[in-house]
């Protein structure tokens, strides 16, 4: 039985920045574009999100929610540097680290002697010292696979954790609403609705086959992730052969110029994750598209790595299908072997 703990700072890149200017704590802020009409947020803290302000949104949209919000400009350098610095604690439990983004990563401590070997303890640990040597905080789930432990995080928001114990899976995901597993969004969620499905305990009524008539091949994953089953290991960043960045939203987005601003942002952070890859070389760069039915689609090619790389194939792609869009995310595929003939640098200038 695996023992996985999910770890996501909270409010990454706000909290970074009232870290570093004690003048913004306890004031609404937001990272991203000040432009009325074209910003996006990266992210808002807590004071701001009180407001409904969110991850994505249009600043002009986030400024007439919270007419006293702060707009502050990204540093994605700032936050790589604190975001190397929290890895740096995880490596202390295990080298099975699995990161999913500067501020989010999956850590997998079935061997670890640590606490000996309790997987909650060492959560409790790893939150603390970060909270002490970092100032900033962070949320912890913890189970026997990564779904169950990425739910658990959420449960104790900010600043806290949550544990379901192998024991206490079948009752715990009985409850879970629909809306929490990985991959349903707003329209699948409605579809499931109009079936009488709430939650995991309604879905476990309805057989594989069942699921994958009403849902496609994503049925089969649903079928198994509504009983808390899921045998995805952690993938140690050493042994990625992509690295990638997506974000799915919470309505769907049909704007073109929108996502562009989201993909200049993901790009903008995948470059920064990138910062630990630079003895890899660069074979190709890919954009995905996943439709609000599901639908998903991906785009790649050989390019230099640059924020109009990912923006191309983007609207290459799209504009063959126009249709809203709930997921996009960007990513890149390393050269594998020296002698592969397809190499490019492994960074090139990207302007955010």
Request: proline fraction near 4%; glycine fraction near 4%.
């Amino acid at each position: 039985m695996r023992k996985i703990i999910h770890i996501d700072m909270d409010a990454f890149f706000a909290s970074v920045e009232m870290r570093d200017n004690p003048s913004l704590r306890n004031k609404p802020i937001a990272v991203g574009g000040s432009s009325e009409h074209r910003g996006v947020l990266c992210t808002a803290n807590y004071e701001a999100r009180k407001f409904g302000v969110k991850s994505a949104m249009p600043s002009g949209l986030a400024r007439r929610l919270c007419p006293n919000l702060v707009l502050v400009q990204p540093n994605f350098k700032k936050y790589s540097a604190a975001s190397k610095d929290v890895f740096k604690i995880f490596q202390d439990y295990t080298d099975l680290i699995e990161p999913l983004s500067l501020d989010e990563g999956y850590l997998d401590v079935t061997a670890s002697s640590a606490h000996r070997n309790s997987a909650s303890l060492m959560a409790q640990e790893i939150r603390l010292r970060i909270s002490k040597k970092l100032e900033l905080t962070a949320s912890a789930g913890i189970s026997c696979n990564k779904l169950l432990a990425k739910m658990a995080c959420d449960y104790n928001k900010p600043n806290g954790q949550f544990t379901v114990a192998p024991h206490e899976v079948e009752a715990f995901i009985k409850r879970v609403p629909i809306e929490k597993l990985w991959g349903i969004g707003k329209v699948t969620a409605n579809r499931l609705h109009q079936l009488e499905i709430k939650n995991c305990d309604d879905l476990q009524k309805y057989s594989r086959q069942d699921l994958i008539h009403y849902m496609g091949k994503f049925g089969n994953n649903l079928y198994d992730y509504c009983r808390g089953i899921d045998e995805r290991e952690v993938e140690s960043e050493w042994e990625r052969k992509s690295v990638g960045n997506e974000e799915t939203f919470r309505e769907d987005v049909s704007d073109l110029g929108e996502m562009k601003m989201i993909t200049l942002r993901l790009a903008a952070e995948l470059k920064e994750t990138l910062e630990q890859y630079k003895d890899r070389i660069i074979k190709n760069l890919h954009v995905k598209i996943k439709y609000f039915d599901f639908k998903q689609t991906t785009i790649e090619r050989q390019m230099n790595f640059s924020e109009q790389s990912f923006m191309t194939l983007l609207e290459e792609r799209w504009n063959q299908d126009p249709r809203p869009v709930r997921l996009l995310g960007v990513g890149i595929k390393f050269v594998e072997t020296k002698n592969d003939p397809f190499q490019l640098p492994l960074l090139t200038e990207l302007a955010v």
